[in-house]
């Protein structure tokens, strides 16, 4: 059991942890409560992070302090503890991380003028508001690499994915592979991840319907593993001489951050196109650069559906960690309650990834942490004052146990339901 053991590893989260003043509410503070809260209501949880003290700070001077905390501090202290955390992670040659959004809803008033967060058709009388949280997950220790929010309005996949491409951390010896579903799917996505010299594994539209994989020189039936070289041209020029298995021109609108408009340049993208069979007789078509000597379909094919992963977390962050109870109108709050619960989140998964499970012999299935349990007992031990010992705290995550059942499998809903957000505000502003 590594985790916790010392101050000096996790400077960031012990800091979290030290005794505060009850008369002042510092930044610390503030984030250590944003981090802890539940889905209570803000008075109620403002009373259990002070432990029933008389003498707390009222929830109004917490409104005002928030007011003056602006989310890119949270979002710091995300990014700094993921630093801290980053020594925890085993060595491996290939760094899974998986790129995908989920959008969040919240109520707000129109004197705030937040019409980039504004929704309304299709979704209630008096409309919504709403953002994206767009996310690049590590499939290998279960944490949130990188995030960017963004008003619903101004939401753009490509370029927050670019963002997070060109800004993530890049250890010694290991090669990232960035897993995304066909949304993600752009020229300039991958070479985006080829200018970092790293690795993309793309699913498209299949060759049958309207996609890139359907204009490739690709057969457009049975399964297939193609090497291509696209070449990329930005002028329709006839000086421009262009040579490769498929030619392709991307126009003004569309982003291509390697090669400016006009230019009579080009840029050749090599990429791998991998068609495998599914069980329903349907099939999968990938977009990937993984070099073929070492990564068989097989390998390809395992890999796509690790990002099933992702997925699973984002249920884990809405409901298990409470990021559907916001407490607040105000976008910037919602984006403070934002970081901070993907700073639980992390905080959660790497405690559960160093706390020993018992294996039991005379049992039908293996075991192993309950998440939402684990979630409890880590905003439980964030507000101790003084905090207990961690080992006690990971002896009693160890027995918060459930069994893993890998056959159990649910079809996703074919049609979307709208869940109005819910809502703990009261005199939160």
Not at 98 to 116: E, I, L, M, R, T
Not at 363 to 371: D, M, P, Q, R
Request: hydrophobic letters at 40%; aromatic letters at 14%; charged letters at 20%.
């Amino acid at each position: 059991m590594l985790f916790f053991m010392s101050p000096l590893t996790f400077p960031l989260i012990w800091s979290i942890l030290i005794r505060i003043s009850l008369g002042a509410l510092p930044p610390e503070t503030i984030i250590s409560f944003l981090v802890s809260q539940g889905a209570f209501s803000s008075r109620n949880e403002f009373v259990d992070f002070f432990n029933f003290d008389s003498h707390a700070p009222s929830l109004s001077a917490l409104n005002q302090q928030r007011d003056k905390l602006k989310p890119e501090a949270v979002e710091a202290t995300f990014h700094q503890l993921n630093s801290s955390l980053s020594s925890l992670d085993s060595p491996h040659k290939y760094k899974l991380l998986a790129a995908d959004g989920s959008s969040f809803s919240f109520f707000s008033a129109p004197q705030w003028d937040y019409q980039v967060y504004f929704v309304s058709e299709g979704h209630s009388a008096k409309g919504i508001y709403s953002l994206l949280l767009n996310a690049l997950y590590n499939l290998d220790t279960h944490t949130y690499e990188d995030a960017i929010i963004q008003p619903v309005h101004c939401k753009d996949e490509y370029k927050a994915f670019c963002t997070m491409v060109d800004r993530v951390r890049q250890p010694n010896d290991t090669s990232c592979i960035f897993i995304a579903d066909c949304g993600y799917c752009s020229y300039n996505n991958m070479t985006h991840v080829i200018e970092k010299k790293q690795f993309f594994l793309f699913r498209t539209k299949d060759v049958t319907n309207r996609g890139m994989a359907a204009h490739l020189p690709v057969p457009k039936e049975g399964a297939f593993d193609i090497c291509l070289d696209i070449v990329i041209k930005r002028s329709q020029s006839k000086k421009v001489k262009a040579y490769g298995d498929y030619v392709t021109f991307v126009g003004f609108a569309t982003a291509f951050d390697f090669l400016a408009y006009g230019s009579r340049d080009t840029y050749t993208l090599p990429v791998r196109v991998v068609r495998f069979p599914l069980e329903n007789g349907s099939y999968e078509c990938i977009v990937t650069n993984l070099p073929s000597n070492e990564f068989s379909t097989e390998d390809i094919k395992r890999l796509y559906f690790t990002r099933w992963g992702l997925e699973t977390s984002f249920r884990m962050l809405k409901y298990a960690i409470g990021l559907t109870s916001f407490h607040s109108y105000k976008a910037e709050f919602i984006k403070q309650e934002i970081w901070a619960k993907l700073i639980a989140y992390n905080l959660t998964e790497t405690i559960i990834s160093h706390t020993v499970v018992e294996k039991r012999e005379d049992t039908k299935y293996e075991y192993k942490v309950n998440f939402s349990a684990a979630a409890h007992v880590c905003r439980v031990f964030l507000r101790l004052r003084p905090p207990q010992i961690p080992e006690d705290i990971m002896t009693l995550i160890g027995k918060k146990l459930i069994p893993i059942r890998n056959e159990r499998s649910v079809p996703r809903l074919k049609t979307a339901h709208f869940m109005t957000p819910k809502y703990f505000v009261y005199m939160a502003s």
